[in-house]
Structures are given as C-alpha cells and as structure tokens.
C-alpha cells in the first residue's frame, strides 16, 4: 500500500514549456486534490475531482488543467510555464469530502520555472 | 469567506517542554478544523481534527487541540515536546458546505532546542 505517490520529484522547466505531474493513489478513494504551497503562503487548492471523469477549479485554477480519466490517477498539467508557476505541488485523496473525511497527502513535487 | 491566521511564523522550544500553537479562524458558521504537520521535504500528515462534539480534541503524536467558539480559536498543545517534533504545522478549516475548499494557514516552524 503506497498511498499517495507523485510523479516527478523534481522538475526545471524553461518559460513556455509544458509538463504533466503525475499523482497515483492505490486507496480507492473518490477524491483527489492538486495544491501549490509557496514560502510564506498556505498550501493553496488549483484544482480537484469528486469521482472518476469530473474536475472543478479550485482557488488558484489559472494556467492549470487537469484531468481524472483513471480513479486511481489525477494528471496537472501546466501547458506554457511561467516563472509564477515555480512552487512545490502537493497531491491529497480521501475517500468522501474534506468536510467528511481524512486527505491524505503525497510527498510533493517540487518545480522550478526558469 | 473562510480564512485561518497562524500568528507565529516560527516558534523555538526546548525538549521536555510545553507547546502551544496558536490558530484562529474566520467562519461564519460551524467550522470544520485541522492541524496538519509536515517534516522536510515531506508531504502533509494530519493530526487531528474537529468536527463536532467535545471541544478538547485528541490526536497523533501526543498533541491535542482546544476549540474555543467564543474566541474563534482552535491551538494545538502538547504538554512535552519532543525533537521529532521538529517540523511545519499548519492549521486549516473547511466550510460545511460541500465545496470542498479547505483554507490553511501561512504556518508555524517550530524548532526544539536540547
């Protein structure tokens, strides 16, 4: 049992390139997140999906897209980087809701924009 | 709109001694509440959370959390720190709404002395 587990660790990218970050979760949990956690600030809701084939925008969705084809697996993709985009990526899935159950977290994925 | 405030960016104590960290919230309602811990390069664990019903809650690693309604406060204590105690604690709260937007603090360092 891994948990949540992220994909990559780490990753530099160059302004106007695009990536995918890859988040598994072997729970068989319903939801999943994406959150960005920058110095100084809270981890921040982009965005996140209540079941297999459904997304919706969370506080900071801009520049972000996602996607939940697999209900093990939640896709972030960025499609042309910005330097505002550097931060660490953090992935969470629970069972039901925030309001009702237990996120649990990923390790991260820490992403620098040149 | 929900918002949380952790007034102590960083806070050091020494091993053996107590702890309180401080959480306030802004809700109109009956909020949901969290504390949630995270080493180094680590993702986020949680431990412990509020609900409903008793105001003193208990959670992992020793540490417990008082919800005061009258002081829209939610601090979480321990009574004797340990080194592995080390890390980043963030507070947060969700709306009982269903819209899944969990608002988390800036967060509190905290550093143990010898």
């Known amino acids: 049992n891994a948990g949540v587990t992220q994909t990559p660790k780490f990753r530099v990218l160059k302004t106007g390139q695009s990536m995918t970050l890859l988040c598994a979760q072997d729970?068989?949990?319903?939801?999943m997140y994406w959150y960005r956690q920058d110095p100084g600030m809270g981890l921040r809701l982009i965005h996140y999906?209540?079941?297999?084939?459904?997304?919706a925008k969370g506080e900071v969705p801009d520049g972000y897209n996602v996607s939940r084809l697999k209900k093990q697996n939640f896709l972030l993709g960025l499609e042309s980087a910005a330097p505002s985009q550097t931060s660490v990526y953090f992935c969470?899935?629970?069972?039901?809701?925030?309001?009702?159950?237990?996120?649990?977290f990923g390790p991260g994925t820490r992403l620098t924009v040149l | 709109a929900q918002s949380v405030t952790q007034p102590d960016i960083h806070i050091t104590v020494s091993e053996g001694a107590s702890l309180e960290l401080r959480c306030n919230y802004s809700?109109?309602?009956?909020?949901?509440l969290f504390w949630y811990v995270q080493s180094p390069g680590q993702g986020l664990q949680l431990l412990l959370k509020?609900?409903?019903?008793?105001?003193l809650v208990q959670g992992i690693k020793g540490f417990e959390a008082e919800f005061k309604r009258s002081q829209s406060s939610f601090n979480l204590r321990k009574p004797s720190v340990h080194w592995s105690d080390a890390a980043e604690y963030f507070c947060?709260?969700?709306?009982?709404?269903?819209?899944?937007?969990?608002?988390f603090g800036t967060g509190t360092r905290l550093t143990i002395i010898p």
């Open positions: 969470a899935s629970s069972y039901r809701g925030v309001s009702t159950d237990t996120q649990y």
């Open positions: 729970m068989n949990h319903e939801y």
């Open positions: 999906s209540v079941g297999e084939g459904t997304t």
């Open positions: 809700y109109g309602a009956t909020p949901y």
């Open positions: 509020y609900f409903s019903g008793d105001t």
């Open positions: 947060a709260v969700a709306s009982n709404f269903g819209n899944e937007k969990l608002t």
